[in-house]
């Protein structure tokens, strides 16, 4: 049901749809998701929105056809979504200064970027050339470069992150992520 929407669900009507009460459905959705019925709906229209940008659709059009109500609202968290604006991220990241690094982690190798507002990617895979590809592919158009040693504390944390803990609410976060990676940072 959250994902078959165009825009937000509330959790009475998906609790009225699975019968469960309030509590019990939100309990129980962070209990085998990690991340509340919200979060996980607002990371699905994010991933529409950076859908419809790469595909081409203008601003206006991707930011209604993903579900958001207002065009405003998205340009209120946009360094949360993209780390830019809509209109760069749907250039590529024209304008982006994008550093990048990448290192083993207990989930794999993982590469983390970054502009100067904080993280912009975090991807975990098994190939560096893979995973610099699909950062590049995701901001065409941004100047990126391989910076480990100016990202070496940020990669630790994200590595400590995924080993075995917490996210520290101190780190610096310009997050485009899935519901998935949500849950993971």
Request: charged content about 20%; aromatic content about 8%; overall charge neutral.
């Amino acid at each position: 049901m959250i994902e078959d929407t165009g825009g937000p669900v509330t959790l009475d009507a998906l609790a009225a749809r699975t019968g469960y009460s309030l509590h019990h459905l939100q309990r129980t959705f962070i209990e085998a998701v990690g991340i509340s019925p919200k979060q996980y709906g607002d990371a699905l229209r994010a991933g529409r929105l950076r859908r419809e940008l790469r595909q081409g659709n203008g601003v206006a059009d991707a930011v209604f056809g993903a579900g958001y109500g207002s065009a405003s609202r998205v340009y209120e968290k946009s360094s949360a979504l993209f780390g830019m604006t809509p209109a760069s991220y749907a250039a590529g990241g024209q304008g982006a200064d994008i550093r990048f690094a990448v290192a083993q982690s207990p989930l794999g190798r993982v590469l983390v970027a970054a502009t100067g507002k904080g993280l912009c990617m975090v991807s975990v895979g098994s190939d560096d050339t893979a995973l610099e590809q699909e950062l590049r592919a995701d901001f065409s158009k941004a100047r990126i470069q391989r910076d480990d040693r100016s990202l070496g504390g940020t990669m630790v944390h994200i590595v400590d992150i995924l080993a075995d803990g917490p996210p520290d609410p101190a780190l610096s976060l310009d997050v485009r992520a899935t519901a998935f990676q949500w849950q993971v940072w």
